[in-house]
């Protein structure tokens, strides 16, 4: 075994500092390794060697940090550009050398080594967590990926995002989201082996690559391990943060053998793992390809559609129930696709869901609506309520109140002339802080409405205390309100309790005469369905109101 060499073959090179002499380059190594020194001077002609193969062992590892100074006999000796690349931190002529300069020399080797360190620990760590950043990540799953297919162990590559990670900055402020980043890495170092790679790839996505593990079992008690870590809320500046996180995974060599393959294959996995409700781990599984690739495809196309303003409005009026007066118009995207033409919102609406596009969509979509209303005013058609429809994010996002109010003035549009409809289920799931949200756009005097009315499971205890001006009879209930006892029950019941609390009362979907006759005789206020007018564009609506005018009837809320 080479051993280190004693202090006492070190003699004194010049004042504070000790000089070891080893003649032979292999002999080196072991010291070099051990980091045993704070500079290496490396002879040009030492041993015969050829010169920049010792410099670039000496040099390129990534344990040995030690500055070099190459040595030469002379200056024509010395391929200068080569050895600086070679990672030389400087080099000095033996004829010519000075004390002063080969002082000068060292300590500028020195700071510049210190300098590397630092530039090195900027260009491979994130700053935030102190995890791996994406340039070591990428670095390390190459390497892991290489020993990975010459041995017969798997190397298990896991993608994460945390669920809510918006909402919490949003809510608590950038501090505390940074904190909670920070407290995420940390327990997953805790979850994980020393000799695993933890790393924040960029916002709240992590990876973690594990190696040398035997079998598909292992990896799924780790998957979750990771996500059972965050069953504890997490707890900073007095309070309980509680997030959750979802996991996609891929494996080398069953789900590939290069990194980029990989990690698609794992970001697609996580996707997966998303789609199948948070808090969730999947592998990645060729036949779920095509399906995840579909819908990224849908997200970009929907990106796209964002960008270029591809989202219109279409306009379905609300009548009082003996039809003689429009009080209003629900406003229904739509999405226009070049290809496929106009796109219902069932279909993207939910994607744009759970793609987080729901934002600003939901933007667009009310600054189109108080488009409208301008219009209709340069028209001076009689004023015309537009209900908009919220989605859950919409509605769960803490800025929501100030977006539209900021909105509301900005296009100059009185409050009064809108109305939010939001189901029942949203608020529900939103609990208790519901009734504030809805108590502030109240007072904003926005309307509001309760859509889908019946579906969900509101306690009436519940109900009272939201300050909603309307209830939305789900289509559902209406569909056989003539036929079937138990919608014609729940329907009944549903205008009884609006008239309890004071609240108007709307039908969706009255298609038939008949729907119609049970519902004015049961005391519906309000109708809306294909029987008096399907959902129809700006430009239809606009030629229809004055045909309906013409029948005597009005318009206006
Ligand atoms: P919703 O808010 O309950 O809207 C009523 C849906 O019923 C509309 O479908 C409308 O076209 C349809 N409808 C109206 N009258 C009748 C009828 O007599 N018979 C039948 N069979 N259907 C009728 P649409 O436009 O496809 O919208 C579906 C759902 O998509 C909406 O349900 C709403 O939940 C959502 N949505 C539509 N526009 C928006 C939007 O701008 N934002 C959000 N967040 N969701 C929207
Ligand atoms: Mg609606
Ligand atoms: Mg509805």
């Keep these: 075994m080479r051993s280190i060499p004693s202090m006492s073959s070190c003699k004194k090179l010049f004042e504070g500092m000790l000089m070891t002499w080893i003649d032979n380059f292999n002999e080196a190594l072991c010291p070099l390794d051990a980091c045993y020194y704070d500079l290496v001077f490396l002879d040009y002609h030492l041993d015969g060697r050829d010169t920049i193969d010792s410099l670039r062992r000496a040099t390129r590892h990534e344990e040995r940090n030690m500055p070099v100074i190459v040595l030469a006999e002379t200056e024509d000796h010395l391929d200068d550009p080569e050895v600086i690349r070679q990672g030389a931190a400087d080099y000095l002529c033996k004829q010519e050398m000075s004390v002063s300069m080969l002082k000068r020399s060292v300590r500028y080797a020195i ?8 530039l090195l620990t ?18 390390k799953l190459t390497d892991g990926i290489i020993q990975s297919l010459r041995g017969d162990k798997l190397l298990a590559l896991f993608f994460l995002d945390l669920d809510h990670s918006k909402e919490i900055n949003d809510t608590l402020g950038h501090p505390a989201g940074d904190r909670l980043l920070q407290d995420v890495s940390a327990r997953l170092k805790e979850t994980t082996r020393s ?16 190696t040398h593990i035997n079998n598909e079992t292992d990896v799924t008690l780790l ?3 990771i996500i059972s870590s965050f069953n504890e809320p ?15 995974i891929a494996l080398c060599p069953t789900h590939g053998h290069d990194p980029d393959e990989l990690l698609r294959h794992a970001d697609l996995a996580l996707y997966q793992a998303k789609a199948a409700g948070r808090n969730n781990f999947k592998f990645y599984a060729s036949e779920l390809d095509a399906r995840a690739q579909e819908f990224r495809a849908l997200e970009q196309e929907m990106r796209y559609a964002l960008q270029h303003q591809d989202f219109t409005l279409h306009f379905q009026p609300m009548f009082s129930a003996d039809g003689n007066k429009v009080l209003g118009v629900e406003a229904l995207a739509r999405g226009n696709h070049k290809v496929r033409g106009m796109i219902s919102p069932v279909h993207f609406i939910p994607l744009a869901e759970s793609s987080g596009l729901i934002l600003p969509l939901g933007a667009q979509i009310l600054e189109m609506a108080c488009d409208q209303i301008n219009l209709w005013r340069q028209l001076k058609l009689p004023e015309l309520l537009i209900a908009v429809n919220l989605s859950p994010a919409q509605f769960a996002d803490p800025e929501l109140v100030e977006k539209i109010m900021e909105t509301l003035q900005r296009k100059g549009v009185p409050s009064h002339l809108v109305e939010l409809e939001i189901t029942e289920n949203t608020l529900m799931d939103t609990g208790p802080g519901a009734t504030k949200r809805l108590t502030k756009l109240h007072d904003m005097g926005i309307r509001l409405a309760i859509d889908d009315f019946g579906t969900g499971y509101s306690s009436l205890s519940y109900l009272k205390k939201f300050p909603v001006h ?19 029950t729940i329907a009944r019941s549903i205008i009884q309790l609006g008239q309890a609390m004071n609240l108007e009362i709307i039908a969706e979907g009255v298609e038939t005469e008949a729907q119609l006759e049970f519902l004015r005789k049961e005391g519906c206020d309000q109708v809306q369905g294909f029987l008096f007018a399907k959902p129809m564009t700006n430009k239809a609506l606009i030629e229809w109101l004055p045909e309906y005018q013409a029948k005597t009837k009005h318009i206006g809320c």
């Design 111 to 118: 700071e510049r080594k210190k300098i590397e360190q630092r």
């Design 122 to 139: 900027l260009s491979h760590y994130d700053p935030l967590t102190g995890l791996a950043n994406r340039n070591l990540f990428y670095l």
């Design 195 to 210: 000799s695993d790679t933890v790393a924040r790839l960029g916002g709240d996505e992590f990876a973690i690559i594990a």
């Design 470 to 488: 309307k209830l939305k009879i789900d289509r559902v209930f209406i569909k056989d309100i003539t036929t079937d006892k138990g919608d014609a």
């Design 234 to 248: 997490f707890k900073f500046t007095g309070k309980q943060i509680s997030t959750h996180t979802s996991v996609g």
């Design 223 to 225: 998957a979750k391990k």
